[in-house]
């Protein structure tokens, strides 16, 4: 029960305001979206559209993958996740944070 409370804590407390470049380059209008389980081609196409491949997290109680993508400049959350679906039309994708 301590270990979900500390996690809990760390989630809403002080993860939010650690900054690493892609959140800070987030910060500046580009848009942040998770996508889960992307196909092995995922990498190299998102990149052809502008978009940057962040962090990856493995799920490993999910067995799942979980990458942090940054949007092309001028992108909305919505317009993002359009192209994405339109490129890869089996693809998870969010604008939430993992």
């Known amino acids: ?54 962090a990856v997290f493995e799920l490993k109680e999910l067995s799942m993958k979980a990458v942090k993508v940054l949007a092309p400049k001028g992108h909305s959350i919505d317009a993002a996740i359009s192209e994405l679906e339109k490129h890869f039309p089996d693809i998870v994708v969010d604008g939430s944070e993992v």
Request: hydrophobic share 55%; proline share 7%.
């Open 1 to 54: 029960m301590r270990s979900i409370f500390i996690a809990l804590l760390l989630g809403l407390l002080i993860l939010p305001f650690l900054k690493t470049p892609m959140t800070a380059e987030a910060d500046n209008g580009r848009m942040l979206i998770v996508v889960i389980e992307p196909p092995a081609n995922f990498s190299a196409t998102a990149g052809k559209l502008g978009y940057r491949i962040g």
